[in-house]
């Protein structure tokens, strides 16, 4: 049994221990995560990414003279490069690079915003859910319900009703997002509920919120880490998606989404209204997914050792 | 409403305890179990897996809610406590687990391990759980550096070490063992049993053992019961048990042990049968060598053999006097070993 293996390992330890003589090894617990999260080049890689895309959003002004709403007639459609518009200039005379890097923001904004609110939803009813029966019972008929809608249909019922805006994106994509989180904690919480510690933590006499908190939480916590990511990218994609059809932020907020539609009539003279901020909104939505795939791995006990 | 215990009258007292889970089929695993534990003595509870043992041990202290039978633990019903009320008893009754690895919160350290216990029943201020949990660690034989680490950092024996220190550390009058060391080398067994006698001596600790192996039991119990399908087929003072043993069951566990001497039986074959499925009559009848006509009709009744020394078999009806109807087992007082 590898359980014995392993043990036999630290016996000769354990009974140097016992006499009181041998230093125990330093404590690694906080640590392991974030080393093989530096070990992991994908990992490295999706943040470093992740983080050029913010800061390039957060330092807009610094990067570029352009206001993305400026309209210029003189100079509309003009190609990448000329006259210091980096990315050209829309139909409008509008710079293409300012669009990009202040639609970053938006992007930004929705995606933190759907992110952490649905993602707090969902841990506190998935743990909820998962740990007293009676609730799981009517919670999830709850979910089955909201999840038989396809959620680009619910989000776009939702953001019509609320007619365009940021606050619109947001309620209507974290309206769409919670339920699969929800069911993912869910399910790690009715797995976490039977282990043996659960149980001894109960034999001891700790509280159930207590045992919920302490015990249940951090098992559930890696799963969470990995749906955020998930999320994060699922929200900038339905951002851009609920903008292409009009129903996203206002004429007034520019975003990668409503870019991409003012870009359609012109696609066949004017390519570069659409490819930069195509190109920005793809390499987001990579890296967030390929920095999910490698938390997964990262937090995966059963993959630690590959 | 908490009766004083008196020296006569047990700490712990299992009444007709019974378990039975699911429907389709049922599968029952504790079956009329009865038994009770003097204050300070450590009774053994024995048997293949499957036989109910482990599962008596959680429904005595009320991890799982019995299907029958009730458990007096100080002179109160715990099955008539209220959560909270069963929630703070638990104070005076801990676990000890077989599976060190599992047992302990992965995501806390020694420190916090050991002083919750303390912390969730508000027993002692700050400055004294320190100090309580330190001395503790001291008793189980792990340096003070031990605090400030994981669980993952230590060997079986010493997370069983932990695991011990955690159910003492609140005073228990009550410790269930449940397997505490099959899980762990056999060079670390021996440790950790001496660990817990000691401890039991110190403390003035009731023990509730559960165990597969016969030799650990004999070890560290004053009565033992034999269980079998969820009953209990033999009950007695070690020594009974081990010199005397009357239960064909009883006999061929004890020729089971290497090099024991001349073997009475011979060697049991085949399995336990599944508790989803209990022969009638005696329940060991598939089994056992000696079994004859009568004990595939009839589930023998419990005969005593000598105070406090009780078998449920047939044979045993010409040697001993019948106590009752089948496994009601009322033990004398005062009959510890």
Same mark, same amino acid.
């Not at chain 1, 909201?146 to 309206?175: D, E, K, N, Q, R």
């Not at chain 1, 790690?188 to 001894?200: F, N, P």
């Not at chain 2, 009744?301 to 001993?320: F, I, K, R």
């Given at each position: 049994?590898?359980?014995?293996?392993?043990?036999?390992?630290?016996?000769?330890q354990?009974?140097?221990?016992?006499?009181?003589?041998?230093?125990?090894?330093?404590a690694?617990?906080?640590?392991?995560?974030w080393?093989?999260l530096?070990?992991n080049?994908?990992a490295?890689?999706s943040?470093?990414?992740l %983080?050029?895309?913010?800061v390039?959003?957060?330092?807009?002004?610094?990067?570029?003279?352009n206001?993305p709403l #400026?309209?210029d007639?003189?100079h509309?459609?003009?190609?990448?490069?000329?006259?210091?518009?980096l990315?050209?200039?829309? /139909?409008?005379?509008?710079?293409v690079?300012?669009?990009?890097?202040?639609?970053?923001?938006?992007?930004?904004?929705?995606?933190?915003?759907?992110?952490?609110?649905?993602m707090?939803?969902?841990?506190?009813?998935?743990l909820?859910?998962?740990? /007293?029966?009676?609730?799981?019972?009517?919670?999830?008929?709850v979910?089955?319900?909201?999840m038989?809608?396809?959620?680009?249909?619910?989000a #776009?019922?939702?953001a019509? /009703?609320?007619?365009?805006s940021?606050?619109?994106?947001?309620?209507?994509?974290?309206?769409?997002?919670? =339920?699969?989180?929800? +069911?993912?904690? +869910?399910?790690?919480?009715?797995?976490?509920?039977?282990l043996?510690? %659960?149980?001894?933590?109960?034999?001891?006499g700790v509280?159930?919120?207590r045992?919920? =908190?302490? /015990?249940?939480f951090?098992?559930?916590?890696?799963?969470?880490? %990995?749906? #955020?990511?998930?999320?994060f990218?699922?929200?900038?994609?339905?951002?851009?998606?609920?903008?292409f059809?009009?129903?996203?932020?206002d004429?007034?907020?520019?975003? =990668?989404?409503?870019?991409?539609?003012e870009?359609?009539?012109?696609?066949?003279?004017?390519? =570069?209204?659409?490819?930069?901020?195509?190109?920005?909104?793809?390499l987001?939505i990579l890296?967030?997914?390929?920095l999910?795939?490698?938390?997964?791995d990262?937090?995966?006990? +059963?993959?630690? +050792?590959r | 409403?908490v009766?004083?215990?008196?020296?006569?009258?047990?700490?712990?007292?299992?009444?007709?305890?019974?378990?039975?889970?699911?429907?389709?089929?049922?599968?029952?695993?504790?079956r009329?179990?009865?038994?009770?534990?003097?204050?300070g003595?450590t009774?053994?509870?024995?048997?293949?897996?499957g036989?109910?043992?482990?599962?008596?041990?959680r429904?005595? *202290?009320?991890?799982?809610?019995?299907?029958?039978?009730r458990?007096?633990?100080r002179?109160?019903?715990?099955?008539k406590?209220?959560?909270?009320?069963?929630?703070?008893?638990?104070?005076?009754?801990q676990?000890?687990f077989?599976?060190?690895?599992?047992?302990?919160?992965?995501?806390?350290?020694?420190?916090?391990?050991l002083?919750?216990?303390?912390?969730?029943h508000? @027993? *002692?201020?700050p400055?004294?759980r320190?100090?309580?949990v330190?001395?503790?660690?001291?008793?189980?034989?792990?340096?003070?550096a031990a605090?400030?680490?994981?669980?993952?950092?230590?060997?079986?024996?010493?997370?069983?070490?932990?695991?011990?220190a955690?159910?003492?550390?609140?005073e228990?009058? *009550?410790?269930?063992?449940?397997?505490?060391?099959?899980?762990?080398?056999?060079?670390?067994?021996?440790?950790?049993?001496?660990?817990?006698?000691?401890?039991?001596?110190?403390?003035?600790?009731?023990?509730?053992?559960?165990?597969?192996?016969?030799?650990?039991?004999?070890?560290?119990?004053?009565?033992?019961a034999?269980?079998?399908l969820?009953?209990?087929?033999? @009950?007695?003072?070690?020594?009974?048990?081990?010199?005397?043993?009357?239960?064909?069951?009883?006999?061929?566990l004890?020729?089971?042990?290497?090099?024991r001497?001349?073997?009475e039986?011979?060697?049991?074959?085949?399995e336990?049968?599944?508790p989803s499925?209990?022969?009638?009559?005696?329940?060991?009848?598939?089994?056992?060598?000696l079994?004859?006509?009568r004990?595939?009709?009839?589930?023998?009744?419990?005969?005593?053999l000598?105070?406090?020394?009780?078998?449920?078999?047939?044979?045993?009806?010409?040697?001993?006097?019948?106590?009752?109807?089948?496994?009601n087992?009322?033990m004398s007082?005062?009959?510890?070993?």
């Amino acid at each position: 049994m590898s359980l014995e293996q392993s043990d036999n390992l630290v016996v000769e330890q354990a009974q140097t221990l016992d006499s009181g003589e041998v230093e125990l090894p330093a404590a690694v617990q906080p640590w392991t995560t974030w080393k093989r999260l530096r070990r992991n080049f994908t990992a490295v890689f999706s943040i470093g990414i992740l %983080v050029i895309l913010t800061v390039c959003a957060l330092a807009a002004p610094l990067l570029t003279n352009n206001a993305p709403l #400026t309209i210029d007639p003189v100079h509309r459609l003009r190609a990448p490069g000329v006259e210091g518009h980096l990315f050209g200039t829309d /139909y409008l005379g509008r710079d293409v690079f300012a669009i990009v890097l202040f639609g970053g923001r938006t992007t930004l904004v929705v995606g933190l915003l759907v992110t952490a609110i649905s993602m707090v939803i969902a841990a506190v009813l998935g743990l909820l859910s998962g740990f /007293y029966p009676k609730v799981d019972a009517v919670l999830m008929r709850v979910v089955d319900g909201f999840m038989s809608f396809p959620s680009i249909v619910l989000a #776009t019922a939702a953001a019509g /009703y609320f007619g365009p805006s940021v606050a619109t994106v947001i309620l209507a994509l974290t309206i769409v997002l919670i =339920w699969p989180s929800l +069911r993912i904690v +869910r399910g790690s919480a009715l797995v976490a509920r039977e282990l043996l510690m %659960v149980e001894a933590g109960r034999s001891v006499g700790v509280p159930e919120s207590r045992i919920l =908190w302490k /015990y249940v939480f951090p098992i559930v916590r890696a799963p969470i880490l %990995v749906q #955020t990511s998930f999320i994060f990218s699922a929200a900038v994609l339905g951002e851009a998606a609920l903008s292409f059809i009009g129903l996203g932020v206002d004429s007034k907020t520019v975003s =990668w989404g409503s870019a991409l539609t003012e870009a359609r009539n012109y696609i066949q003279n004017a390519w =570069w209204i659409a490819v930069f901020p195509g190109i920005a909104l793809v390499l987001t939505i990579l890296a967030l997914n390929l920095l999910g795939d490698a938390l997964r791995d990262i937090l995966d006990p +059963r993959l630690a +050792r590959r | 409403m908490v009766k004083q215990t008196t020296a006569s009258s047990p700490l712990l007292q299992v009444e007709d305890l019974g378990k039975t889970f699911g429907q389709k089929p049922p599968v029952q695993a504790v079956r009329g179990v009865n038994f009770s534990i003097a204050q300070g003595q450590t009774f053994g509870l024995v048997g293949e897996s499957g036989s109910g043992k482990s599962t008596t041990g959680r429904l005595v *202290l009320r991890l799982l809610e019995p299907s029958a039978g009730r458990v007096l633990f100080r002179g109160n019903d715990l099955g008539k406590l209220g959560k909270k009320e069963l929630r703070q008893e638990r104070r005076h009754m801990q676990m000890i687990f077989q599976d060190p690895y599992g047992s302990l919160n992965r995501w806390m350290s020694i420190r916090e391990t050991l002083e919750e216990p303390l912390l969730v029943h508000g @027993l *002692l201020d700050p400055a004294g759980r320190k100090q309580r949990v330190e001395t503790l660690l001291n008793e189980v034989g792990l340096p003070k550096a031990a605090l400030d680490k994981y669980p993952h950092e230590f060997s079986g024996g010493q997370r069983q070490r932990i695991a011990i220190a955690r159910a003492l550390v609140t005073e228990p009058e *009550l410790i269930v063992a449940d397997e505490p060391v099959s899980a762990l080398d056999v060079s670390v067994q021996a440790q950790v049993l001496n660990l817990l006698l000691n401890l039991q001596e110190s403390h003035k600790m009731t023990l509730l053992f559960i165990s597969h192996d016969l030799r650990v039991v004999e070890f560290m119990c004053d009565q033992i019961a034999v269980m079998y399908l969820g009953q209990i087929m033999e @009950l007695g003072p070690r020594k009974a048990i081990y010199r005397t043993p009357q239960h064909p069951y009883t006999r061929a566990l004890l020729d089971s042990i290497p090099g024991r001497g001349k073997k009475e039986l011979p060697r049991l074959k085949g399995e336990i049968p599944s508790p989803s499925a209990i022969p009638p009559g005696c329940p060991f009848n598939t089994r056992c060598p000696l079994a004859f006509d009568r004990c595939f009709r009839e589930q023998p009744a419990l005969y005593e053999l000598s105070p406090g020394h009780v078998s449920a078999c047939h044979l045993a009806e010409a040697e001993g006097q019948p106590q009752g109807r089948p496994n009601n087992i009322a033990m004398s007082p005062g009959t510890g070993a």
